[in-house]
């Protein structure tokens, strides 16, 4: 299976800050990597697709990137509502597989 | 908005059998690919396996023993089956559409296995 180290495990932001998620993968996934957003008590929401792509309705303050192996995932500007727990994963071979996550929290 | 949502017990015994259901609200379950997902407290999110549109299941090779993937096109519902279960197996299940992208997910169902 392919494996998704994802940093850090939690942080800590004020509003408006920017914040940005690391993701690396144990080998060539192309751009097959897609970042999901999870609140508290709500379905898990695919944020970005495709390493770059935005999902329909998502804010354009969320963004990604792709580096090789290397993928990021930045939020612009850190609005309250933005507080979750965000996790990487591959789509690239089966099964798919995710990154531990990272839970965004407000300063 | 497609929903999905989860449904069946939230306790099961070490050995028997767990089962869940995911009905979709729109009536799409005949043209996508459907998943489950599972969580187990405190640890990182499982792919267990899927079923495509036309009932072909593929599953995660560390569950695929264990593991059975339904559709009933009828209800707009696919099934998860895990036998033989133990406490390994607790976890918050989700069901989700997509192979390998989950787009949709329900919201999950915790699921306990204990005596």
């Known amino acids: 299976d392919i494996q998704m180290t994802q940093s850090p495990s939690s942080l800590s932001a004020s509003v408006g800050d920017r914040v940005t998620i690391s993701c690396q993968a144990s080998?060539?996934?192309?751009?097959?990597l897609n970042w999901h957003q999870h609140k508290p008590g709500e379905a898990p929401k695919l944020v970005i697709y495709?390493?770059?792509n935005l999902e329909t309705g998502v804010p354009s303050r969320f963004s990604g990137r792709r580096s090789g192996t290397h993928f990021t995932f930045t939020i612009s500007s850190l609005q309250p509502e933005d507080i979750a727990t965000y996790y990487c994963?591959?789509?690239?071979?089966?099964?798919?597989?995710f990154g531990g996550g990272t839970k965004v929290e407000i300063k | 908005q497609v929903q999905l949502q989860e449904s069946g017990p939230g306790l099961v015994k070490p050995s028997e059998t767990l089962s869940l259901t995911c009905t979709v609200s729109?009536?799409?379950?005949?043209?996508?690919?459907w998943s489950w997902i599972r969580q187990p407290p405190g640890k990182g999110l499982e792919w267990i396996g899927y079923?495509?549109?036309?009932?072909?299941?593929n599953y995660n090779p560390s569950l695929w023993s264990r593991v059975t993937i339904s559709m009933d096109t009828s209800n707009n519902q696919f099934s998860l089956k895990l036998t033989s279960v133990t406490t390994a197996d607790t976890a918050v299940y989700y069901c989700?559409?997509?192979?390998?992208?989950?787009?949709?997910w329900g919201q999950g169902t915790l699921v306990i296995v204990s005596s």
């Open positions: 729109d009536g799409s379950i005949s043209t996508h690919y």
């Open positions: 989700a559409r997509g192979k390998a992208t989950p787009d949709y």
């Open positions: 994963q591959q789509s690239d071979n089966l099964p798919p597989t």
């Open positions: 079923i495509s549109y036309s009932g072909s299941a």
């Open positions: 080998q060539d996934i192309g751009h097959s």
């Open positions: 495709g390493a770059s």
